[in-house]
């Protein structure tokens, strides 16, 4: 059970919850969801290419700049281990990821247009996601919230706000998003990482942030 832990801990990092976000509004295929394919803001009707570009940019903010420079910070001996299981450990981090995260935002509202099918979900999972690092980055000087369970508020807050624009959607993989959420945070505990506490507080982060930026960009560029 240990290893099965630590495993989920791995494969649900927090810096790869952005990218299996719009991953999955992008990409993933439901016959029930084909009768919605063209109402607005669908991501699944993106250009091949587009797609592409948006899961570069994704993947390079969300997740390569962050990993580099724990890794970098990891052959300094400023961190011990690539979980930052220290809260001490987390700052320097954070603070960098927040950067990367402002970065990405700025160039997706500078190079992707309004008039993009679905651009307001991926304004508001930049923004969104950014907030909730932010949040998180202030209470780590005082307090160990998890960051584990705020990426999964990160992505089940994403797909939540972006089903509940659809007028028909896989209610399956929403349903998934939640359980997973319910696992990987069981799995947390199980490790003696987190307390419910930092687990709940870290959750409640990652989903709130996610509802209030895609609500922000839904506010601010009304149709």
């Known amino acids: 059970m240990k290893a099965v832990s630590k495993i989920l801990s791995w494969i649900f990092l927090p810096l790869l919850a952005p990218v299996y976000a719009v991953a999955i509004a992008m990409y993933v295929e439901n016959w029930e969801y084909m009768y919605s394919f063209y109402q607005d803001n669908n991501l699944y009707i993106l250009d091949p290419k587009a797609k592409e570009v948006l899961m570069y940019l994704f993947s390079a903010f969300s997740?390569?700049?962050p990993s580099l420079t724990v890794l970098f910070l990891q052959t300094r001996g400023s961190v011990s281990s690539v979980m930052m299981e220290k809260r001490s450990e987390r700052i320097i981090p954070a603070i960098m990821t927040n950067l990367f995260g402002a970065s990405l935002l700025a160039i997706l509202l500078y190079k992707?247009?309004?008039?993009?099918?679905?651009?307001?979900?991926?304004?508001?999972?930049?923004?969104?996601?950014?907030?909730?690092?932010?949040?998180?980055?202030?209470?780590?000087?005082?307090?160990?919230?998890?960051?584990?369970a705020a990426g999964m508020g990160i992505l089940s807050g994403f797909l939540f706000m972006y089903y509940s624009k659809m007028l028909i959607f896989p209610m399956w993989i929403l349903a998934a998003?939640?359980?997973?959420?319910?696992?990987?945070?069981s799995a947390r505990m199980y490790l003696?990482?987190?307390?419910?506490?930092?687990?709940?507080?870290?959750?409640a982060i990652g989903f709130i942030g996610l509802v209030l930026g895609i609500s922000f960009f839904f506010y601010v560029f009304q149709a």
């Open 63 to 65: 997740v390569l700049a």
């Open 192 to 203: 003696k990482l987190h307390t419910l506490g930092q687990l709940l507080a870290g959750y």
């Open 112 to 148: 992707v247009p309004l008039a993009l099918q679905g651009s307001r979900f991926l304004f508001g999972l930049a923004g969104g996601s950014l907030l909730a690092v932010l949040v998180c980055t202030i209470l780590t000087f005082r307090w160990k919230v998890s960051l584990h």
């Open 177 to 185: 998003a939640f359980i997973a959420s319910g696992v990987v945070m």
